[in-house]
């Protein structure tokens, strides 16, 4: 999974070859902490199809305020660069599984 700021987002999301998920969270936020095994588990095993990426709101907020990211934890998935869907909240990995196979479909 990658670390995703302003200075690498053009190159790990606008430019991608798949689907990307960016996850934006902050280390004192429990349902971030909640999410993040099944995130961890997802960015492993749809490797293949879709890729991961990790957004702390506190050390990029220009990031999160750009894309108006207002709760944490919030999954934005973009396809050819651009949003295409997001997940706020607490969700479950068939959940957001789900939404990535409806997305990539």
Known sequence: MVEIGSENFKTEVVEAKKMVVVDF?????MPCKIIAPAVE?????MKDWVKV???????H????????VLNI???IFFKEG????RLIGVNSKDAI???????IA
Do not use: H
Request: net charge negative.
């Open 25 to 29: 969270w902050a280390p004192w936020c």
């Open 41 to 45: 588990k997802i960015a492993e095993e």
């Open 53 to 59: 990426g990790k957004t702390n709101v506190d050390d």
């Open 61 to 68: 907020p220009d990031l999160a305020n750009a894309l108006s």
């Open 73 to 75: 934890p919030t999954l």
């Open 82 to 85: 651009k949003e295409v869907s």
């Open 97 to 103: 599984e789900a939404k990535i196979k409806t997305l």
